[in-house]
């Protein structure tokens, strides 16, 4: 699982705002005290997650990157508000605690329309990739039910 961060828009829309502590995320931007730097972890996230995300096997085992955009409080609870470590913690937490007992309603809630990118595993990347997608509220998270499946008929086989 991996964050994405916003990190997958064009440049372009990375832009400049003085007095900033950390990145501001928005739907179709990112500001940034240093855009430069930003555009620069963006590039290399881009090339290591385009590496990794086809890649399907390491060392021999098995694996599927699957991502939250632009993070996993703003895909789950909707929340894009600038939140400490021990806030991600306690919103991690909560949820946990929340689904713990309602696996239906997590899955209600990972195959939402408001959440779920639509296609195959590859689609949704395709998706993910293109134009400022990476700021918007989405997952393929629900994917793993359907690579948890096809693994184990492998196995099986």
């Not at 994405?4 to 003085?18: C, L, N, W």
């Not at 990157?65 to 306690?90: C, G, I, P, W």
């Not at 949820?95 to 408001?114: M, Q, R, T, V």
């Amino acid at each position: 699982m991996i964050d994405t961060d916003g990190a997958f828009i064009p440049s372009s829309q990375v832009i400049e705002k003085d007095g900033l502590e950390h990145i501001k995320y928005f739907d179709n931007k990112i500001e940034s005290a240093c855009p430069t730097n930003t555009i620069r972890r963006n590039s290399q996230k881009l090339q290591v997650v385009k590496r990794l995300y086809n890649c399907h096997k390491i060392n021999e085992m098995k694996y599927y990157m699957l991502y939250f955009s632009r993070n996993l409080e703003h895909a789950l609870e909707n929340d894009d508000s600038e939140l400490t470590d021990d806030q991600k913690v306690n919103y991690a937490d909560d949820f946990a605690d929340k689904y713990e007992k309602d696996i239906p309603g997590f899955i209600d809630l990972i195959n939402s329309d408001s959440l779920a990118v639509k296609g195959s595993y590859t689609e949704t990347w395709d998706y993910i990739f293109k134009d400022d997608n990476s700021l918007k509220r989405n997952s393929n998270f629900h994917l793993l039910f359907k690579i948890y499946d096809s693994l184990t008929k492998t196995n099986k086989a």
